[in-house]
């Protein structure tokens, strides 16, 4: 596979060391000489100097070639003139750009028309709501992702010692857990990634990933000690991009009491007239004065969506200290992340992580429409569609050829989440939900296309 990168910024950086680490053959363009110095520096791949929206660029770069463009600079400008003359020079090449300005966004559909054709358009501000709702749903476990339209959750939770899974074999799952349909997917102990089988057991301390119907998360949880109760209470900092379309979409719905927080008057101007439900309110998320008269440590969560990372941080470390029940904070540099979770901020939210996520089953063979990762990028969980061609298919599950490393976790056929035993026989246009290790996602996806191969 070829892939071309429009953009060597932290997005294109990180999917050039992504894609090079599994032998693809890579090309990042960039007009920022320091930019492809740092890749060149880091990572074995080819770039070139100049703009990706010059076609002259893209032909030199080999664009007729090449099976996928990312076009992922911080121009909305730039992408769509680099599909555009993709298209032009490259008709089946496949295309996929971010998309940041909302104005563009709602011509989306007209985007993929034959003049563009782009084949998926990613606004990342979307994405990071899409992720602040996920959590709103869950906020109590540390990781949360939704598969065939969030019918089917996966979740990562650590185990208390007072669970009643604590010290059981998994063969015994099925009767402390009854009727509810349950599958442990991956289990990280002392920092060590366990794809389980039925003789494992669960320990105290694991950081554990299981799968479930939407339906049964509660009563999942409450095996793990928690409880599913979702956010009413919701402070929104910073009425930006992000916050400004949180606030919209919480506003349209019932059930929820919303205040956001943004230091703008003539934004909070704005805000005030789109928004009929929610309290708009004029002042600074860190004057621990001003928070504690606007019942921050009340609320169920506090999200800090601004541009300033470290306003966020500190608006989330002190919602903390008034009592608030969850925070999320808006972090940027994939830097920060893992300090900001040591210091005690519950969930983070990346506009650029989330693009990265959204952007990924595009670079899978086979139709791949979700994905996935399990302790940074040592597993991945894809969501495919069964394709009629798939050696997956019309086959029993005991039979067909997967690496032992490689788990068929449960499909869906229609309304019906089937949890497959070796009997099972998947058929076309099943959604498969498959965890497979770092090194068998070749063989997944091999298995996945079939004879004809596809992107």
């Known amino acids: 596979m070829k892939v071309i990168i429009v953009g060597g910024g932290e997005v294109g950086f990180y999917f050039a060391e992504w894609l090079a680490s599994e032998r693809k053959e890579v090309i990042v363009i960039d007009k920022s000489e320091q930019a492809l110095r740092r890749i060149m520096e880091h990572l074995d791949v080819q770039t070139l100097l100049g703009s990706g929206s010059n076609p002259r660029i893209l032909e030199e770069a080999g664009i007729r070639e090449a099976d996928i463009i990312l076009a992922v600079t911080d121009s909305d400008e730039v992408n769509l003139v680099a599909c555009f003359f993709a298209n032009m020079l ?21 985007m993929s028309e034959k003049m563009v ?98 339906d049964d998360l509660g009563r999942t949880l409450g095996f ?97 200290r008034l009592g608030a029940r969850k925070t999320v904070a808006r972090v940027n540099k994939f830097a920060y992340i893992p300090l900001v979770h040591a210091i005690g901020v519950d969930h983070i939210v990346s506009p650029r992580r989330c693009a990265i996520d959204s952007i990924m089953p595009a670079l899978r063979r086979g139709k791949v429409i979700n994905t996935f990762f399990i302790k940074g990028k040592e597993a ?28 068929v976790l449960c499909l869906a056929r229609g ?15 099943d959604r498969v939900i498959i965890l497979s290790t770092r090194g068998n996602i070749a063989r997944v996806e091999q298995s996945l296309m079939g004879k004809r191969r596809m992107l």
């Open 224 to 320: 793990f000690g928690s409880e599913s109760n979702a956010v009413r209470k919701l402070m929104i900092v910073g009425g930006g991009k992000i916050g400004r379309r949180l606030a919209l979409e919480l506003d349209r719905m019932k059930g929820f009491q919303v205040k956001l927080i943004e230091m703008d008057p003539d934004r909070c101007q704005r805000l005030a007239a789109e928004l009929r439900r929610s309290i708009v309110l004029q002042g600074f998320a860190t004057d621990q004065a001003f928070m504690e008269q606007e019942n921050m440590g009340s609320m169920d969560l506090v999200a800090a969506v601004t541009w300033d990372e470290e306003m966020n941080i500190l608006s989330c470390l002190l919602a903390k």
């Open 380 to 407: 991945e969980v894809l969501e495919a569609v069964a394709l009629e061609q798939s050696s997956i298919v019309g086959t029993p599950l005991r039979d067909i050829k997967f690496p032992k490393e490689a788990l």
């Open 90 to 110: 490259s008709p089946d090449v496949h295309k996929v750009a971010l998309i940041r300005n909302d104005d563009y966004g709602a011509y989306r559909d007209r």
């Open 415 to 429: 309304d019906e989440v089937l949890i497959p035993g070796g009997g099972t026989v998947i058929q076309p246009q």
């Open 117 to 214: 054709d782009i084949s998926l358009v990613i606004n990342p501000e979307a994405e990071v709501v899409n992720s602040i709702r996920r959590i709103m749903s869950a906020p109590d476990v540390e990781q949360i992702h939704d598969f065939v339209e969030g019918r089917i959750k996966m979740v990562g939770k650590r185990l208390p010692a007072e669970s009643p899974l604590s010290g059981i074999r998994l063969t015994e799952l099925p009767g402390i857990v009854k009727r509810q349909r349950l599958i442990i997917a991956a289990i990280v102990r002392e920092d060590r990634l366990i794809i389980p089988k039925g003789r494992d057991f669960l320990q105290a301390g694991d950081f554990v990933y299981f799968v479930c119907q939407r």
